[in-house]
């Protein structure tokens, strides 16, 4: 019984977290390049703090691919049981919610940071 | 009948009871008192949950009463049925009426009653707990409504913008009114969203594991989450601004440091997610009936549960996209305009799956269905005008105008009303025993349809014309007027609509006819209760093994109703429920609940002349209101648990489970996790603030004040880690044994945790002065009187700890509360490094 795999309701809803996270400390490094010009100098034709927010994106995007990943080996494995008890079931269930919520925080992030391609730090 | 309870400590529900006597001695145990008194000390689940209910709908009628009148005054140009000042009260009442006392108090009832129903269990955990949060929300209510007959409504918006509502702008009480009454009834959200984790987590049947949870439950456990982090920010800016308006700190004021615009972060980082607060639960309602008149079970079970999860989280990522006028930089404006459209998907999820069982079933149209179809239809047409508002260009276009006045309602009402109406109308056997009238019900229905959209869809033009929302007339050259007079005339359709639809309910009650048990063949538990539902829910305590037992296994509505399951026999005349593990659900320890008391209302009470004498300035009142109100919870927390509860009880015959004071799962340990992610979430809220106002001032620290680490500081440091040893130790002391020693070890964090304030404190009077000075005062003085409210209650605590192991209450078995202490206690002090380094470290390098 694949030694019961660490997916609870926390390890679930961890790739989301890292959504929020993403979310804070993009929009609060946006908030200081603008009111206290930091990050501003240009680098590669870019400004630093466009280069850091992305950075950022390719981080966050990499954390919530690795929940993702293991998610989706636990829910192979959990499908590829057939014994048809109760906590197979359940392990199946509760690994492809978190392969699940891992693709939607992947959407979520990457549509996000979608501006920072298209938008100069403070305009 | 001294023969019921042979034993107290180990009670053997054998056969020596019949089945008549037990489900007597169940309704004696689970029966609210007789007459008056027992109204007012009753906590029954059943009993609150439909209070919440019927007030929520009571303030239905007074918010809507509020609003025939707003669209009178709109009707034609330059009318004066409101004057001006008037016309900005009623808008603000409605606003605030509609969304703090009936929106989200009507949902916590349909979930407070439903959930314990859904789950198999006979009550929420915490009963006193439900019964404080309805009288909370009633006094609140009450409280805000008193403003009419002292004369000073509340006129600043339901959004409270500063600074007009600072005491500059608005003098007068009229927005005390807003912000104590608003935060007392909110207390009833709070401890709602402690009730129902705890109550979804830990007391669900034996058998139901997360897979087989009904999707309300997933619905109604998210908004709890979603409540604990979404409502403290709204409770912060409403403390920051009385305090501001009471004791003239500086928060908002850009003169001295402050910031306007803090308040509107603050309040839609509360007021977006707080829709969602709305809709989740709305949603959960759909899901539960679509199954039902669809005859299958949902499709795609796990991705519902996905849209209600990403849906929680997204929404917190919305709020300024309710700003994107005020000045912000199009890159942020880009960000949220990003994330107000991702949270399309998670909503579309939903639908879409709603849509497909319907198209997999064979569709049945009773009135729930049609009520149904009408949120399809509404709210479907109101997301889309959200994805529209998403857009930064056409949302400065909209702004401001009728347009998104006709959004929101879409929204609130598609997204509320419509499915509330649905879950009304399909419950309604349940709680009353008897069938809706068919013919009166459906036109209910089309009334409110029919008057919901002539009213509404008018206003989708009107506000792209370019008629502004929250002025109380509009120019004739506009040539909007004939569309007004439609709106109302159309908005008082939907009011007659809505008064046909609760005097249906209210006959059903007395007139209905004697409806069959289960009449729309659903499948989830609460079904297999008796209607109208008896007060103990469920003689014994299902097992289950489906998402939908009744339609898997149709003997579960016997075996539920016999007495010899699951603590068929009422143990040593007290309640009791089971408390099952969070993913397995196996049934791990009994839970032993309150009785009927009076302590719930004596504590609103006391909160309600507290808030009194704080909004008359009679401060000495409130102080003095504190005495006894520490003191009615200290004795609410003495009467549980104590040491002459037994350490385990035997809930069937050869299953012996251990009560709640030695188990892992403890409600009372969740309800610690639930309690610190609220005020985890309020100090965020504070800690944010804090950087908000110092990213925006022109001078950081201001008014001459600078705070940085020195030496009294450094004890002060030294003091809170001292304190954090001595509440680490004293469990580890109970544990082996040494009940003196751990009496010791609080003691010893009590006086180390005072010992840091008396070095802090004096310490930052010194260094930053008065707090009215600057933002930099206020927002410090705020910060660090925030860490000495929470010392004092770890020292409460630690207090009362110490005594309950003096008296055998706690001890090495019986060790809870020793951990509850404890785990308080590490939060204190994680809080307290964190202000610490705020304070001290943060202006060095600012």
């Given at each position: 019984m694949s030694a019961m795999l660490p997916i609870g309701l926390t390890r679930m809803s961890m790739p989301l977290v890292v959504w929020a996270l993403h979310f804070v400390v993009v929009y609060s490094l946006q908030g200081l390049a603008c009111a206290r010009a930091l990050w501003r100098a240009p680098v590669a034709g870019l400004e630093t703090m466009t280069w850091v927010l992305w950075a950022l994106t390719l981080l966050a995007l990499g954390v919530i691919a690795l929940f993702g990943a293991s998610a989706l080996r636990a829910w192979r494995i959990a499908r590829a049981q057939t014994d048809g008890r109760t906590e197979t079931s359940r392990l199946r269930f509760l690994t492809a919610l978190s392969a699940l919520v891992a693709l939607i925080a992947a959407i979520g992030v990457a549509f996000t940071a979608l501006p920072v391609a298209l938008l100069p730090t403070c305009a | 009948m001294s023969t019921l309870t042979p034993d107290h400590t180990i009670p053997t529900p054998g056969d020596h009871l019949r089945h008549a006597e037990r489900i007597a001695l169940l309704e004696r145990v689970w029966a609210n008192g007789r007459g008056l008194v027992g109204q007012l000390t009753a906590v029954n689940h059943t009993t609150i949950a439909l209070r919440f209910i019927v007030t929520g709908l009571v303030f239905l009628l007074i918010g809507g009463m509020l609003s025939m009148f707003i669209r009178l005054q709109l009707s034609w140009p330059g009318l004066n049925v409101l004057d001006p000042e008037r016309y900005a009260q009623f808008v603000t009442m409605h606003g605030t009426t509609m969304m703090f006392l009936f929106a989200v108090p009507i949902m916590e009832g349909f979930a407070m009653y439903l959930i314990p129903k859904m789950l198999g269990t006979r009550d929420l955990p915490f009963p006193r707990l439900s019964a404080f949060g309805w009288w909370c929300y009633l006094f609140g209510g009450i409280f805000l409504y008193s403003s009419f007959i002292f004369g000073s409504v509340p006129d600043g918006g339901w959004f409270m913008y500063t600074p007009l509502t600072d005491s500059t702008y608005s003098p007068g009480k009229g927005a005390d009114f807003w912000l104590i009454g608003v935060t007392f009834a909110e207390i009833a959200a709070v401890t709602a969203a402690v009730e129902l984790i705890v109550a979804i987590l830990v007391t669900r049947a034996p058998g139901m594991d997360l897979t087989r949870m009904p999707l309300f439950a997933w619905a109604v456990l998210v908004t709890a989450f979603m409540i604990a982090f979404g409502f403290p920010p709204l409770i912060l800016a409403s403390l920051l601004l009385e305090i501001q308006r009471a004791f003239d700190f500086a928060f908002f004021e850009v003169a001295r440091g402050g910031d306007p615009l803090l308040w509107q972060h603050l309040f839609w980082l509360f007021g977006h997610p707080e829709v969602y607060i709305i809709f989740l639960p709305a949603a959960g309602v759909v899901s539960t009936i679509v199954p039902t008149f669809a005859r299958r079970p949902i499709v795609g079970y796990t991705w519902v549960v996905l849209a209600l999860v990403a849906t929680g989280f997204l929404s917190f990522g919305l709020w300024v996209h309710h700003m994107f006028a005020v000045g912000i930089p199009l890159l942020a404006l880009a960000f949220f305009s990003a994330a107000s459209m991702a949270v399309a998907i998670p909503t579309g999820i939903q639908i879409f799956a709603w849509i497909a069982t319907l198209w997999a079933g064979k569709p049945w149209l009773r009135v729930p269905m049609l009520y149904i179809i009408g949120f399809f239809i509404t709210f479907v047409c109101g997301g889309l005008t959200g994805v529209m508002l998403a857009f930064v260009p056409f949302d400065w276009q909209a702004h401001d105008t009728h347009f998104v006045v006709a959004h929101l309602h879409y929204v609130l009402i598609g997204g509320m009303m419509f499915p509330m109406f649905a879950g009304l109308y399909y419950w309604l056997p349940l709680a009353s025993g008897r069938m809706p009238s068919e013919s009166l019900s459906r036109s209910g229905f089309w009334l409110v349809f029919i008057g919901f959209h002539l009213a509404f869809l008018p206003m989708h033009i009107t506000g792209l014309v370019g008629m502004p929302r929250r002025?109380?007339?509009?120019?004739?050259?506009?040539?909007?007027?004939?569309?007004?007079?439609?709106?109302?005339?159309?908005?008082?359709?939907?009011?007659?609509?809505?008064?046909?639809?609760?005097?249906?309910?209210?006959?059903?009650?007395?007139?209905?006819?004697?409806?069959?048990?289960?009449?729309?063949?659903?499948?989830?538990?609460?079904?297999?209760?008796?209607?109208?539902?008896?007060?103990?829910?469920?003689?014994?305590?299902?097992?289950?093994?489906?998402?939908?037992?009744?339609?898997?296994?149709?003997?579960?509505?016997?075996?539920?109703?016999?007495?010899?399951?699951?603590?068929?026999?009422?143990?040593?005349?007290?309640?009791?429920?089971?408390?099952?593990?969070?993913?397995?659900?196996?049934?791990?320890?009994?839970?032993?609940?309150?009785?009927?008391?009076?302590?719930?209302?004596?504590?609103?009470?006391?909160?309600?002349?507290?808030?009194?004498?704080?909004?008359?300035?009679?401060?000495?009142?409130?102080?003095?209101?504190?005495?006894?109100?520490?003191?009615?919870?200290?004795?609410?927390?003495?009467?549980?648990?104590?040491?002459?509860?037994?350490?385990?009880?035997?809930?069937?015959?050869?299953?012996?489970?251990?009560?709640?004071?030695?188990?892992?799962?403890?409600?009372?340990?969740?309800?610690?996790?639930?309690?610190?992610?609220?005020?985890?979430?309020?100090?965020?809220?504070?800690?944010?603030?804090?950087?908000?106002?110092?990213?925006?001032?022109?001078?950081?620290?201001?008014?001459?004040?600078?705070?940085?680490?020195?030496?009294?500081?450094?004890a002060a440091l030294g003091a809170l880690l001292a304190a954090g040893v001595g509440a680490w130790r004293m469990p580890i002391a109970l544990r082996a044994g040494h009940t003196r020693a751990a009496v010791i070890w609080s003691a010893f964090a009590i006086l180390s945790a005072i010992a840091c304030l008396a070095l802090q404190l004096p310490a930052i009077a010194d260094a930053v002065g008065a707090p009215q000075r600057h933002a930099y005062g206020s927002v410090v003085w705020t910060l660090a009187g925030f860490q000495a409210l929470h010392i004092a209650v770890a020292v409460l605590i630690a207090g009362f700890v110490a005594l309950r192991i003096h008296h055998g209450h706690v001890d090495a078995v019986r060790s809870l509360e020793a951990r509850i202490a404890t785990g308080f206690w590490r939060y204190v002090v994680a809080q307290g490094l964190i202000v610490w380094a705020l304070l001290h470290l943060f202006p060095r390098f600012a």
């Open positions: - | 002025v109380d007339s509009y120019a004739m050259e506009l040539g909007v007027q004939w569309l007004n007079l439609l709106s109302t005339a159309a908005g008082f359709v939907l009011a007659v609509g809505i008064v046909a639809i609760l005097i249906d309910v209210a006959l059903c009650f007395r007139l209905g006819r004697r409806g069959t048990e289960n009449p729309w063949q659903a499948g989830t538990l609460e079904w297999a209760l008796p209607h109208p539902a008896p007060k103990y829910n469920f003689a014994s305590i299902p097992v289950v093994d489906d998402r939908n037992p009744l339609w898997h296994d149709p003997g579960v509505v016997e075996a539920t109703r016999r007495t010899d399951g699951l603590l068929g026999e009422a143990v040593d005349g007290r309640r009791w429920i089971i408390g099952t593990g969070i993913q397995s659900a196996q049934p791990e320890q009994a839970i032993r609940l309150s009785n009927s008391t009076w302590l719930p209302l004596f504590a609103a009470l006391t909160i309600a002349v507290l808030l009194g004498g704080f909004i008359t300035s009679q401060y000495w009142l409130s102080i003095l209101m504190l005495l006894p109100l520490i003191g009615l919870f200290l004795r609410w927390l003495w009467t549980v648990n104590g040491r002459e509860t037994p350490l385990e009880i035997e809930v069937a015959p050869g299953l012996r489970l251990p009560t709640q004071a030695l188990a892992r799962n403890a409600p009372g340990w969740w309800a610690l996790v639930g309690t610190l992610m609220i005020v985890g979430s309020l100090f965020a809220s504070l800690v944010f603030a804090y950087f908000y106002l110092w990213l925006n001032a022109p001078a950081w620290p201001g008014g001459g004040a600078t705070l940085t680490a020195s030496t009294p500081m450094l």
